[in-house]
Nanobody, 123 residues
């Protein structure tokens, strides 16, 4: 049974940094893509970043490119999202997700989801 557990969210101020973690278990993820998505109140869930577990290739939404970095630690089976220069518009619940295959930005193509962690950026 695949399990994804996020941690690291919190309340920060504009310009601050946070690092989110996603601990993955239940299978071998070498052929998987791991993604981060976020959902603000009243809005649809949106793609933030994704990384191919085996190659390390990453892709970012234009709104976070240059500020956020996704990475993975194979030994710990953990994916990270380093978020710098945070803005109020980055506020939302951040979800870790996994899919078998290559990078995709589509929510519907991810099979496994974590419970989410709240990130709030105050102005």
């Amino acid at each position: 049974q695949v399990q994804l557990v996020e941690s690291g969210g919190g309340l920060v101020q504009t310009g601050d940094s946070l690092r989110l973690s996603c601990a993955a278990s239940g299978r071998t993820f070498s052929s998987y893509t791991m993604g981060w998505f976020r959902q603000a109140p009243g809005k649809e869930r949106e793609f933030v970043a994704a990384i191919n577990w085996s190659t390390g290739n990453a892709y970012y939404a234009s709104s976070v490119k240059g500020r956020f970095t996704i990475s993975r630690d194979n030994a710990k089976n953990t994916v990270y999202l380093q978020m710098n220069s945070l803005k109020p518009e980055d506020t939302g619940v951040y979800y870790c997700a996994a899919r078998s295959g290559g990078i995709s930005v589509a929510v519907r193509l991810y099979s496994y989801w974590g419970q989410g962690t709240q990130v709030t950026v105050s102005s």
